[in-house]
C-alpha cells in the first residue's frame, strides 16, 4: 500500500467521520461534496468532531492542529480526485445517486486511482461496471462513530484485484481500524447482518402499534444490558439512511410491512426535519437523549422483577 493522499465524496454522518479519521492518521484528505455550503457544515462537524477525539482518545492540540492541516475541501468534483490514490464514495445510500456519481468521476480520476463504496447494504458488483475500473473497485464499510466503534470490513467483489483487497486491508489498519475481511458478497456485510434483524424487528413492533419506542428500547436494554436500544441506535445511523433501505426493500420485494415502515419515516421524521442525532431531533431528542438517563429503563425493570417473582 502507498496511498498519501485521498479523497471522501460526501460529508455526510459517515463521510465526515472517515475524512477526519484518515487525516487524524497522517493522510492527504480532500473532502468533496456537492456545494460549498455543505462543506461549509462540514467544518463545523469537524469541530465537533476534534472535541470527541480530545474526550475518547485524547488527542492532544499538536494532534488535532494536524489533522485540519491534512484536510482541504472542494465542490470541483474533478479537482477533488486529481492527484487521489484513493476514493472513498460515502454519498447516500440510493443506487442511482451512486451510480451517478461512480459515471462522472470514472471520467476524471486517474488510472491509480482505487474506488471504495462505504455503502451499508449494497454490494460492490451493483456498481463495479460503472466505475471503468471494476478491478479496483471494493466495499469499505464503517460503524458509525469510527473513533470509538473502529471496525471497518473490507468487501471485493468478484472482479475485485486481490492486490487492491490487500492493499485496503492495509489502509484500514494505518487509520486506526480494525480490518474485518469479508470473502464473499453478502449484503449488509458482518455488522448490519447481525444488527439489521434487531433494527428491522423494532421498527416492525413500532409500525404495527404492538409497542412504543421507548418501551421497546427499554426492553432491549434491560434484557441484555445494551447500553441503547434499537431506536437509538437508529437514530445515530441515521433516520435518512434507514428511510433509503427501507423503501429500497419495500419496492424490490414490495413488502407491505417496509412500505407502511419508509411511509411512516418520510411522514412523520424526514418531512419534519427529525433526521436522527445528527439534527439533534430524531426518534428521541438530543444532546441529552432519554435513554441515556438513570431512570429510563426503570418501569420495565419493575416488570421483569415480577416476571422472574
Do not use: C
Not at 472542494?74 to 443506487?95: G, K
Not at 470514472?106 to 486511482?113: C, D, F, G, N, R
Not at 435518512?240 to 410491512?257: E, G, H, L
Amino acid at each position: 500500500m502507498n496511498f498519501k493522499n485521498v479523497t471522501v465524496a460526501g460529508s455526510g454522518v459517515l463521510g465526515y467521520q472517515i475524512a477526519f479519521q484518515a487525516a487524524f492518521h497522517g493522510f492527504n484528505v480532500t473532502v468533496y461534496d456537492i456545494s460549498d455550503e455543505i462543506l461549509e457544515k462540514a467544518k463545523e462537524k469537524f469541530n465537533i468532531l476534534s472535541e470527541a477525539f480530545t474526550k475518547d482518545l485524547k488527542a492532544t492540540k499538536n494532534q488535532l492542529d494536524a489533522a485540519f492541516t491534512n484536510l482541504t475541501y472542494t465542490s470541483d468534483l474533478a479537482a477533488s480526485v486529481q492527484n487521489a490514490d484513493l476514493l472513498i464514495e460515502a454519498v447516500p445510500e440510493n443506487p442511482k445517486i451512486k451510480i451517478d456519481f461512480y459515471r462522472s468521476v470514472a471520467k476524471l480520476a486517474p488510472e491509480k486511482t482505487i474506488f471504495a463504496t462505504n455503502s451499508s447494504s449494497l454490494l460492490p458488483s451493483q456498481f463495479a461496471k460503472k466505475t471503468g475500473r471494476p478491478e479496483k473497485f471494493i466495499a469499505l464499510h464503517f460503524a458509525n462513530e469510527i473513533w470509538k466503534h473502529n471496525t471497518a470490513e473490507v468487501m471485493g467483489h468478484p472482479g475485485t484485484s486481490s492486490k487492491v483487497f490487500d492493499d485496503i486491508m492495509e489502509f484500514a489498519k494505518a487509520i486506526g481500524m480494525v480490518a474485518l475481511p469479508i470473502y464473499k458478497e453478502q449484503p449488509g456485510y458482518i455488522v448490519n447482518s447481525l444488527l439489521m434483524p434487531l433494527l428491522s424487528s423494532a421498527l416492525e413492533l413500532w409500525v404495527n402499534k404492538v409497542s412504543d419506542i421507548k418501551t421497546i428500547d427499554k426492553t432491549w436494554m434491560v434484557a441484555t444490558g445494551a447500553p441503547m436500544g434499537p431506536f437509538g441506535i437508529l437514530d445515530v445511523v441515521g433516520i435518512t439512511t434507514v428511510y433509503n433501505i427501507n423503501k429500497i426493500a419495500a419496492d424490490s420485494s414490495r413488502s407491505p410491512v417496509m412500505l407502511k415502515i419508509s411511509k411512516k419515516l418520510k411522514k412523520e421524521y424526514i418531512d419534519k426535519g427529525k433526521l436522527g442525532a445528527i439534527s439533534g431531533k430524531g426518534f428521541y431528542n438530543y444532546p441529552n437523549p432519554a435513554y441515556g438517563k438513570k431512570k429510563f429503563p426503570e418501569v420495565v425493570s419493575l416488570i421483569l422483577i415480577r416476571i422472574k417473582q
